[in-house]
T-cell receptor, first 118, second 113 residues
Framework: GAVVSQHPSWVICKSGTSVKIECRSL??????MFWYRQFPKQSLMLMAT?????????EQGVEKDKFLINHASLTLSTLTVTSAHPEDSSFYIC??????????????FGDGTRLSIL | AQSVTQPDIHITVSEGASLELRCNYS??????LFWYVQSPGQGLQLLLK??????LVQGIKGFEAEFKRSQSSFNLRKPSVHWSDAAEYFCAVGSLTASKLTFGTGTRLQVTL
C-alpha cells in the first residue's frame, strides 16, 4: 500500500522549455503533497507544500513563478518548471501523506524525476 | 529551527558485519523521527519511524533505531548487513503532523563482499 507514482522518471529538454512533472497517490488520497529537489550527492530540500484545492506554500528562496504547483485532486499534484534553464537540472521528488488515519502519517515518496536541461 | 546531522558521509562495512548509522537532531518540541533509504536514481523508502512510546523501534529489512532524548540521537542499526543494503540513508525530523520534514545530508553505505 501507500504507493506514489511520479512521471516522467527522466526528461531531457532544451533550454526555455516548460516541463510538467506529475505526482499521483495510487491507493490513497492525499490532502497534502510535497515537492523536493535533490542535487547530486546531496540531501533533499523541500521546495513547496502542495495543498489540495488551495495555493501551494513555497519555501523561502523558491520562485513561485518558476515552479508552478497545481493540486487539483486528492490524488494528483503537478510541478511545472517554466522556461527551464540548465541550472534547473536536478532530481525532483514528490511525496504524499495519506489523509486517512492518524495525523502523524509518514510521507510516502515517488521514485523521482531526473530533469536535464540542455 | 529544526536540523538533522548525519556525521558520517560514507561508511563501508563487510557483508555480515553489524551496522550503526548516526543521526543527531535539533528540535524545539517533541521530535518525530524517520529513517529513509534511497537507492541510486530512485525515491525514498521509509525504513522506520518514531513518534512516541518504546524508544527502540523496529523497521523493515531488519533495521532498528533507538531514540535517546538525552543525546538527541536516533541511530539506525542492523545486526548483519547484506550486500543489497548498499544505498543512501537519510534521517529526518518532523513535527507532530509530520507535515514538514527536515533531512540530514545522508550517509552512503557501501557493502563489501
Amino acid at each position: 500500500g501507500a504507493v506514489v507514482s511520479q512521471h516522467p522518471s527522466w526528461v531531457i529538454c532544451k533550454s526555455g522549455t516548460s516541463v510538467k512533472i506529475e505526482c499521483r497517490s495510487l491507493d490513497f488520497q492525499a490532502t497534502t503533497m510535497f515537492w523536493y529537489r535533490q542535487f547530486p550527492k546531496q540531501s533533499l530540500m523541500l521546495m513547496a507544500t502542495s495543498n489540495e484545492g488551495s495555493k501551494a506554500t513555497y519555501e523561502q528562496g523558491v520562485e513561485k513563478d518558476k515552479f508552478l504547483i497545481n493540486h487539483a485532486s486528492l490524488t494528483l499534484s503537478t510541478l511545472t518548471v517554466t522556461s527551464a534553464h540548465p541550472e534547473d537540472s536536478s532530481f525532483y521528488i514528490c511525496s504524499a501523506r495519506d489523509r486517512a488515519g492518524a495525523s502523524n502519517q509518514p510521507q510516502h515518496f515517488g521514485d523521482g524525476t531526473r530533469l536535464s536541461i540542455l | 529551527a529544526q536540523s538533522v546531522t548525519q556525521p558520517d558521509i560514507h561508511i563501508t562495512v563487510s557483508e555480515g558485519a553489524s551496522l550503526e548509522l548516526r543521526c543527531n537532531y535539533s528540535y524545539g518540541a517533541t521530535p518525530y523521527l524517520f529513517w529513509y533509504v534511497q537507492s541510486p536514481g530512485q525515491g525514498l523508502q521509509l525504513l522506520l519511524k518514531y513518534f512516541s512510546g518504546d524508544t527502540l523501534v523496529q523497521g523493515i529489512k531488519g533495521f532498528e533505531a533507538e531514540f535517546k532524548r538525552s543525546q538527541s540521537s536516533f541511530n539506525l542499526r542492523k545486526p548483519s548487513v547484506h550486500w543489497s543494503d548498499a544505498a543512501e540513508y537519510f534521517c529526518a525530523v518532523g513535527s507532530l503532523t509530520a507535515s514538514k520534514l527536515t533531512f540530514g545530508t545522508g550517509t552512503r553505505l557501501q557493502v563489501t563482499l
